[in-house]
């Protein structure tokens, strides 16, 4: 029966049944924890009541277009720790980060060279990149596709409407040295949805609810394991404080302003303009990432 | 930034800046436990998907009569720790257990000796019992509030046009001497609503979703501090394996047969009958509960 001192292990009993192992495994553990966090704080009843409402919240605001359970866990950095954990390259390759929920439409097939900036705002940027193998070798027709916000800060998805669909979205073809190239803007920083109970919550704990730029990939190449990540813009306002946690050192690459007419008019765009530059690596399939858990901790 | 290692620590600094130091403690402890199961189990981005899912659905699925996520703190031990902790005795005087989310209309006032079984259905059962103080001192004038589930194992709120309003329920004045008295139904086992999330929950994992047989009452007295309880029928299917761990062995009591024509007359039932008896202790108002954790954790 159950009492304070017993009461993990008495919940965790009621799940021995549980005839698929792994999920016997997630559910004893998250009993664990979850009691531990309970007696740790001694969780008054009305807390628990507080919980309860924002949980169920959280739940009834998520729909086709907005999902407030994936932001919760963004913003609790569990979204990060399970691409992290999932994705360990043990510096061998270019690290992943968080999808985000922006990824819900397929990105226009695009020719190298393309601008995906459709609306025409903002700063003019020639993006470009180089995808390899493990030991740097060029992967010919590697997929790249890209995604990002518009100026004022929202997806095209956000904006229907407004923004032209498969504005600043594209999927590119690597030419034969795996190199990939397009025109766009200069990504911005912006907020995440904080009209919900994440919003409250981020208010609530004074925190700011605003990602640092950047252009989100997806790349893949036959024989290789795909990578999902960003690139981040340098000097970016929020790069340390990211609200979802998704910047890593490895993916930060600095914007440069280019004054060079012959330059400008070879790649279409207006004199002067910036580039980004952003190399990725892939594993090869079957390639096995490094084992250890780098925390040390034991298994 | 963040790092697989560091994870915790690095959202946890997140809410360093908490206005409110009881939620910075909460919030801090939560991020650990949290990060701790994920790296623990290794959750997959398939498990974490389907936890989203899930907790999505639990969501949607509350409205004012359907509470879905207290559901999911029933069935994980949570509700019946943080019932335990806030009310802690150390046996100086009748347990606690969970409240449940049928507790939603006021109970008829009635007179000592009513009959609650409004459906006539069940074995008549004389219910009784003595409300005292810590020394052992009556309690005139206790606030007896009882309520239970008919024979179908459904409460009246349950089933609006089926069962009478009221039916099973009682708010009852405890005599000069702090006695009370009434007729009812011997109660049974039921299930928890189980055609949801949590429902999908219990089957996947081997557990049945059925309370031993129980009867509520929430006793209070001028001066006193109150308590929300059960008694539970001795003997009753499912009492080592509540689905919502709310049996504590001073709880448990049993139902006797008696076979007496003269108290059957007396007492307005026919013969023979049942009768259970549940006496109760109440602290008194301001009267420090034990301070010591039973489960001994430094503090």
């Known amino acids: 029966m159950f009492d304070e001192e017993r009461s993990a292990e008495v919940v965790a009993a009621s799940f021995a049944g549980t005839p698929d192992p792994r999920l016997r495994q997630v559910m004893t553990s ?3 924890h979850l009691h531990a966090f309970v007696k740790d704080v001694e969780l008054t009843e009305e807390e628990w009541g507080v919980a309860i409402d924002f949980l169920t919240r959280t739940g009834q605001l998520s729909d086709e277009v907005r999902q407030e359970f994936i932001l919760l866990s963004d913003v609790l950095g569990v979204s990060m720790l399970v691409e992290t954990i999932n994705h360990r390259t043990g510096g061998t390759s270019t690290e992943s980060t968080v999808l985000g929920p922006f990824h819900m439409v397929e990105s226009p097939v695009r020719d190298l060279g393309a601008d995906i900036a459709l609306d025409g705002k903002g700063t003019p940027c020639l993006v470009s990149g180089r995808v390899t193998g493990p030991d740097g070798e060029p992967l010919p027709g590697a997929a790249v596709d890209v995604w990002q ?4 800060g929202f997806y095209d998805v956000q904006q229907p409407g407004v923004q032209p669909a498969g504005n600043l979205r594209g999927m590119f073809t690597a030419d034969e040295q795996g190199r990939f190239w397009f025109r766009s ?3 911005r920083w912006y907020p995440i949805p904080d009209d919900g109970p994440v919003g409250q919550l ?3 704990t004074g925190r700011h609810p605003n990602r640092p730029a950047h252009l989100h990939f997806i790349v893949a190449a036959p024989g290789h394991r795909p990578v999902t ?3 981040f813009v340098a000097d970016s306002p929020y790069l340390d404080s990211d609200a979802v946690f998704g910047v890593k050192e490895s993916l930060v690459r600095p914007v440069h302003e280019v004054d060079d007419p012959a330059r400008a ?3 279409g765009l207006p004199n002067p303009f910036c580039t980004l530059t952003f190399d990725l690596s892939l594993l090869r399939a079957g390639q096995e990432p490094p084992a250890t858990n780098p925390g040390g901790r034991s298994r």
């Open 185 to 187: 803007v200069v990504p």
């Open 30 to 32: 998250l009993v664990q």
């Open 265 to 267: 008019a070879e790649v």
């Open 202 to 204: 981020l208010a609530a």
């Open 229 to 231: 990540t960003h690139v």
């Open 149 to 152: 916000t518009n100026e004022d």
